[in-house]
């Protein structure tokens, strides 16, 4: 059975830092698509970072150069490092995971992940 579990996210200040964790077990970790979504109140979710199961990383212009996506294969655990926050990135952040290569193969199937969390809340202080 897979569980996916986010962690760390909080309240922080504009221009602070913030670390998010992703937890997944039941899956072999390195041969999975994973990515960092989230949802603003009243928005649709949208997807920030992406890393894929050969490791390479994607990301969305709003978060470029801002954010960082990395996983610790060992550990089963995504990351996403967010640093220069804004209050537009308050949202509740989601950690997905897909075993089809990557989250543009899913995307273009024009289906959701398969695995998701159940999310972590961010907030950022104006």
């Known amino acids: 059975q897979v569980q996916v579990v986010e962690s760390g996210g909080g309240l922080v200040q504009a221009g602070g830092s913030l670390r998010l964790s992703c937890t997944a077990s039941?899956?072999?970790?390195?041969?999975?698509?994973m990515g960092w979504f989230r949802q603003s109140p009243g928005k649709e979710r949208e997807g920030v970072a992406y890393?894929?199961?050969?490791?390479?990383?994607r990301y969305e212009d709003s978060v470029k150069g801002r954010f960082t996506i990395s996983q610790d294969n060992s550990q089963n655990t995504l990351f996403l490092q967010m640093n220069s926050l804004k209050p537009e990135d308050t949202a509740m952040y989601y950690c997905?995971?897909?075993?089809?290569?990557?989250?543009?193969?899913?995307?273009?199937?024009?289906?959701?992940?398969?695995?998701w969390g159940q999310g972590t809340q961010v907030t950022v202080s104006s």
């Open positions: 997905a995971a897909d075993p089809r290569p990557s989250m543009s193969t899913v995307r273009a199937l024009g289906v959701n992940p398969l695995w």
């Open positions: 039941g899956l072999a970790f390195d041969n999975f698509a």
């Open positions: 890393i894929d199961d050969d490791g390479s990383t």
